[in-house]
């Protein structure tokens, strides 16, 4: 059976819309639960750029019914969301997720923080069990793709996440690093890596703050930076040049009321605000105050499309392992219909020759019993002889979806 996708992303919503589709572990479960509940099956892939629901084709499910239930799960009007969304089906589906583990829809081409998020996904459907074999084999195959993408082309060649763009739009913007005191708010994967990167400039002072203070301490010891108390943090914003923000809280940790007694502090002196999380964690009034330069994720995106440039002739090799893989899938796919329709129609056949059998040997009681077993052999040599050719003609042929369709309806078989 098909795969039905819907999909909002970086290149169909602005962030204000994708920070309230960024549902924490607890809301993904309870929609792809639902999901699954309609559709037999259901994974969600939800990063900072995007949210993605992927589920086999059913006839009682649309992808009407699949918007209402992430729009209640992100407790917006399902109207609201319909002019960022994008509906495929079948080979597309599968293309676009290919081409996401690949890197090729990512805000940075060929990032690497994407493959490992669709096999978390992967996995998180997995424990919830709401993967079956449809969307078990596409996601695997699609961890496939991502990582023959990386090893046979050059797609990752020197790129970087979303996190080393916003450090490279930092230096833009203040020019080189070195001498300058920067903090990194946030130690989770995308905080380790901004810190990481900040740390190859040389900056004079580096530090790096996190609600749970055993993670900064851990992060800060493995990169040699100063670990920043949660306590601390107002105090350390009103000494440094540069913040980026990676929190993955649901509502902003710095809102404009927070920090204007840390503007004045400053007395004058620019603070520039990189908030990378999705969603926002700096409230956006923060623009407003004096001396602050607040660039949220979007603004990343001219940065990441030069950067692209430089990776953009693998994009045709990629682009082939992906169709290769998408023809697998199909190929898989049909072969999956093909097997599930011979056996039904083995089964049906199986049934009328069992039924008109039976019903003549009640009618011919002078029969001896090896007559009776001549007959109930002739009964099975039509039916063979009857099923061979289409059942062969289905296995040579059954890529051709016509084939399928057709026996289908002829027999009323169901497809799967």
């Known amino acids: 059976m098909p795969v039905e996708l819907l999909s909002i992303t970086h290149r169909t919503a602005p962030v204000g819309v994708r920070e309230r589709l960024a549902l924490d572990a607890a809301a993904r479960a309870a929609l792809m639960t639902r999901v699954a509940s309609l559709a037999g099956e259901a994974v969600a892939l939800c990063t900072c750029n995007r949210t993605e629901l992927y589920w086999p084709a059913r006839p009682a499910v649309t992808h009407g019914d699949v918007l209402a239930l992430l729009a209640a799960a992100a407790g917006l009007d399902p109207g609201s969301l319909e002019p960022h969304m994008i509906r495929l089906r079948g080979a597309e589906a599968a293309r676009h997720?290919?081409?996401?583990?690949?890197?090729?829809?990512?805000?940075?081409?060929?990032?690497?923080?994407?493959?490992?998020?669709?096999?978390?996904?992967?996995?998180?459907?997995?424990?919830?069990?709401t993967v079956g074999p449809v969307l078990d084999r596409l996601l695997a195959l699609a961890v496939v793709t991502g990582k023959r993408a990386r090893?046979?082309?050059?797609?990752?060649?020197?790129?970087?996440?979303?996190?080393?763009?916003?450090?490279q739009l930092?230096?833009?913007?203040?020019?080189?690093?070195?001498?300058?005191?920067?903090?990194?708010?946030?130690?989770?994967?995308?905080?380790?890596?901004?810190?990481?990167?900040?740390?190859?400039?040389?900056?004079?002072?580096?530090?790096?703050?996190?609600?749970?203070?055993?993670?900064?301490?851990?992060?800060?010891?493995?990169?040699?930076?100063?670990?920043?108390?949660?306590?601390?943090?107002?105090?350390?914003?009103?000494?440094?040049?540069?913040?980026i923000v990676t929190t993955g809280a649901p509502e902003p940790v710095l809102t404009?009321?927070?920090?204007?007694?840390?503007?004045?502090?400053?007395?004058?002196?620019?603070?520039?605000?990189?908030?990378?999380?999705?969603?926002?964690?700096?409230?956006?009034?923060?623009?407003?105050?004096?001396?602050?330069?607040?660039?949220?994720?979007?603004?990343?995106?001219?940065?990441?499309?030069?950067?692209?440039?430089?990776?953009?002739?693998?994009?045709?090799?990629?682009?082939?392992?992906?169709?290769?893989?998408?023809?697998?899938?199909?190929?898989?796919?049909?072969?999956?219909?093909?097997a599930s329709l011979i056996r039904q129609l083995r089964e049906q056949v199986e049934a009328i020759r069992e039924a008109e059998t039976a019903r003549a040997l009640?009618?011919?009681?002078?029969l001896s019993e090896r007559d009776r077993q001549v007959v109930l052999a002739l009964s099975h040599g039509i039916a063979n002889k009857l099923l061979h050719r289409p059942i062969t003609r289905l296995r040579e042929r059954g890529a051709e979806g016509q084939h399928l369709a057709t026996l289908a309806d002829l027999f009323g078989l169901t497809e799967e």
Request: proline share 4%; net charge neutral.
């Open 151 to 167: 090893a046979e082309t050059e797609i990752s060649r020197g790129a970087g996440s979303i996190g080393q763009a916003a450090v």
């Open 256 to 338: 404009k009321r927070r920090l204007e007694p840390v503007v004045a502090a400053r007395r004058g002196r620019q603070l520039l605000l990189i908030d990378v999380a999705v969603p926002r964690n700096v409230e956006p009034g923060v623009a407003e105050l004096p001396g602050v330069d607040l660039r949220d994720i979007d603004a990343l995106q001219e940065l990441c499309a030069a950067g692209r440039r430089s990776r953009e002739d693998a994009i045709p090799q990629v682009e082939a392992i992906v169709e290769e893989q998408v023809r697998e899938f199909l190929e898989w796919e049909r072969a999956r219909s093909v």
């Open 170 to 243: 930092a230096r833009s913007l203040l020019g080189e690093l070195a001498g300058k005191r920067a903090l990194v708010i946030g130690a989770g994967e995308m905080g380790r890596l901004v810190a990481a990167s900040l740390a190859s400039y040389r900056p004079g002072w580096l530090g790096i703050a996190n609600r749970t203070g055993e993670r900064a301490l851990a992060v800060a010891r493995k990169l040699e930076v100063q670990p920043v108390a949660w306590e601390a943090l107002d105090e350390t914003l009103a000494s440094v040049d540069l913040a």
């Open 362 to 366: 009640r009618r011919l009681t002078h």
């Open 97 to 129: 997720l290919f081409r996401v583990a690949a890197g090729l829809e990512s805000q940075v081409l060929g990032e690497p923080q994407i493959l490992g998020q669709v096999r978390d996904a992967a996995e998180e459907a997995r424990a919830l069990r």
